[in-house]
Structures are given as structure tokens and as C-alpha cells.
């Protein structure tokens, strides 16, 4: 019998990943099963199981992914940018329900919530390296804040729709300008 390919082998993973995002994007996770992702990445139960043992393997993979792109500077237009992009997310792929119910998860999942600490912490150190000399000295503090800040522009995309991200543009530029 052929051996399988590794770049097959991560094919299969992803495209289970991929459809469990789907998923879990339109119906949440707690209304999504694993017969539900086997059925959306329209795999055998085998394949699924041969990746992951369980539903929350899954949902740490799908979180695991979830990288942001951060601004390259801090300025008013990239950080403008920055939002226009979590903006266009939020709607093209519901990307801002799926990570309203991961955070949500991770206050009740140990495992997941490592993940978004991880992540939260590598967003911060990123933001905290873009200070502008001058405010040097606040960095970790403005760091937090601008996390803080777009997360909850993330959320306030899931619940409510579309927001202008202006607002959150100044608010952002007045915590980075002090």
C-alpha cells in the first residue's frame, strides 16, 4: 500500500479545520457536533478521528490559526487600515462571531484559553515594539489598551454588524499619542 504524503496528511487536517470554522462561525460551537464537521468537510469518520479525538481539539485548532494581522506602524492610517481589515473579516467570513465564541470558550476550556493567552501576549509584544520612541516608556501599557481596544471592536462587529471604525481609529491614536 502507498505511504501518504505529509503535504496530503496537512491537506486532510486543514481542510477538517477549515470546515469546522465554517461551521462553528454559522451555528456556534455548541450547536455544531463532530458528525457536523465530518459532514461539512465531507470526510469519513475515520479521516476526522485519525486528526482529532474530540470537538475541543478541533476548536484549538481552529484557534491556533487565528493570527491577526497587526499594523506595521502605528499611525492613523495604519491603524485605520488595521481595523478596515478586522472590519472586512467580521463580514466576508464571520470571523467576528467565531472569535466572540472562542473567547467565549476559552473562560470554560483551560486548554483553549493557553492559546489566546499566547496569542494576546504575542499581539501585545508586537504593538508594544511599534511605540514611538517618546512614548517608550508606557509601551506594555499602551500595548494592553490597544489590544484591549480591538478586541472589543471585534466583539462589538459580532453582536452588532457593522461598525465605522473611525471612532475606534481616534480612540486608539489618542491612546498611542497620549
Do not use: W
Not at 27 to 45: Q, R, V, Y
Not at 66 to 79: I, K, N, Q, Y
Not at 155 to 160: F, G, N
Amino acid at each position: 500500500m502507498p505511504r501518504v504524503s505529509q503535504a496530503h496528511l496537512d491537506a486532510r487536517r486543514q481542510q477538517i479545520v477549515d470546515a469546522a470554522r465554517a461551521r462553528f462561525a454559522s451555528h456556534g460551537f455548541a450547536h455544531t457536533s463532530m458528525a457536523d464537521i465530518i459532514a461539512e468537510s465531507g470526510l469519513s469518520n475515520g479521516a476526522i478521528y485519525r486528526y482529532f479525538s474530540s470537538k475541543e481539539q478541533i476548536v484549538i485548532a481552529v484557534c491556533e490559526q487565528g493570527t491577526e494581522a497587526l499594523p506595521r506602524a502605528l499611525t492613523a492610517e495604519a491603524v485605520a487600515g488595521f481595523l478596515d481589515h478586522i472590519r472586512a473579516r467580521a463580514h466576508g467570513t464571520r470571523h467576528a462571531q467565531l472569535v466572540a465564541q472562542i473567547y467565549a470558550e476559552a473562560a470554560v476550556s483551560p486548554p483553549l484559553a493557553a492559546v489566546v493567552q499566547r496569542q494576546l501576549a504575542a499581539m501585545r509584544a508586537a504593538v508594544a515594539e511599534l511605540v514611538p520612541d517618546s512614548r517608550r516608556p508606557r509601551a506594555a501599557q499602551i500595548a494592553e489598551a490597544f489590544v484591549a481596544l480591538c478586541v472589543s471592536y471585534n466583539q462589538q462587529l459580532a453582536i452588532r454588524g457593522d461598525l465605522d471604525p473611525a471612532p475606534y481609529t481616534a480612540a486608539l491614536m489618542a491612546i498611542i499619542n497620549g
